[in-house]
């Protein structure tokens, strides 16, 4: 009997999401699923929204001043903007790697200890093997197990960057928020960094903001191409690049575009 593939299931989803900053509305009435142990990349022009859009899965908007939001952001079925909703849980289970790798000026050992510290972690045992699980996770172990006590400050970019990865995992989310991680980083490092996404799609749902279409389409399983604070078109990463729906899209992908 031939089975029928099933939808991976919907982690995270948005319904007529709007954000303003102040009389500015950036994203406009945006729907999209994103996939539990998957990779979602979001590409478009600069200024279209993506970053923004990223924020709101973790409710890092909340920082911007004059900052509004309408519409639903769903985590697990839960809305994230009721005033009752819980962010600190919510920014432990939605962790993010920013675009420039920021290492706290700590020891490699520090740097990942500190987050499961604040969740009440105290054991030192508990947090060696948490400290080893995550820069395994990162594949960073090999490189600075015999310098943990080193600042972190001393790694090269790509290793603070993995080293990044490795202290959002350590409070053991479920969805992994990077925005142009590897825009500063050389060809090498950026190839580590992609690798390590695929790796983390096993146990964590990823999704990556980032202006090179062709990592995109490396890395990623789903893709959503955004213009001017709208989702243009969402799908499967092959369908998207190869078959697209929206002209918009096609002229964006082929070099055709502005």
Avoid at 106 to 128: M, Q, T
Wanted: aromatic letters at 6%; proline letters at 6%; a negative charge.
């Amino acid at each position: 009997m031939t089975m029928t593939p099933t939808t991976p299931e919907t982690i995270i989803e948005t319904r007529g999401l709007d954000l303003w900053y102040g009389p500015v509305r950036a994203l406009k009435e945006i729907a999209i699923p994103i996939r539990a142990n998957r990779v979602t990349a979001l590409i478009g022009p600069s200024g279209c929204g993506k970053s923004t859009l990223l924020r709101c899965f973790n409710r890092m908007n909340d920082l911007v001043p004059d900052c509004r939001v309408g519409g639903l952001v769903l985590y697990h079925g839960a809305d994230i903007n009721d005033p009752a909703y819980d962010v600190v849980e919510l920014r432990k289970r939605v962790g993010m790697v920013f675009q420039k790798p920021n290492p706290f000026p700590k020891s490699i050992y520090e740097n990942i200890a500190y987050g499961p510290r604040v969740h009440g972690e105290r054991d030192r045992k508990g947090l060696d093997a948490i400290v080893e699980r995550s820069l395994r996770q990162a594949a960073l172990w090999d490189e600075v197990k015999d310098r943990l006590h080193e600042s972190a400050l001393g790694l090269s970019g790509g290793q603070q960057q993995r080293l990044c990865i490795a202290r959002t995992l350590a409070v053991e989310p479920d969805v992994i928020l990077m925005d142009e991680p590897c825009s500063a980083l050389d060809p090498l490092a950026t190839a580590k960094i992609e690798d390590l996404i695929d790796d983390l799609k096993q146990n964590y749902t990823v999704i990556i903001v980032t202006h090179n279409m062709q990592q995109a389409a490396r890395v990623s399983d789903f893709t959503g191409f955004m213009y001017l604070g709208e989702l243009v078109e969402y799908g499967e990463t092959l369908q998207v690049f190869e078959r697209p729906t929206k002209e918009l899209t096609e002229r964006y992908i082929t070099g055709r575009f502005g």
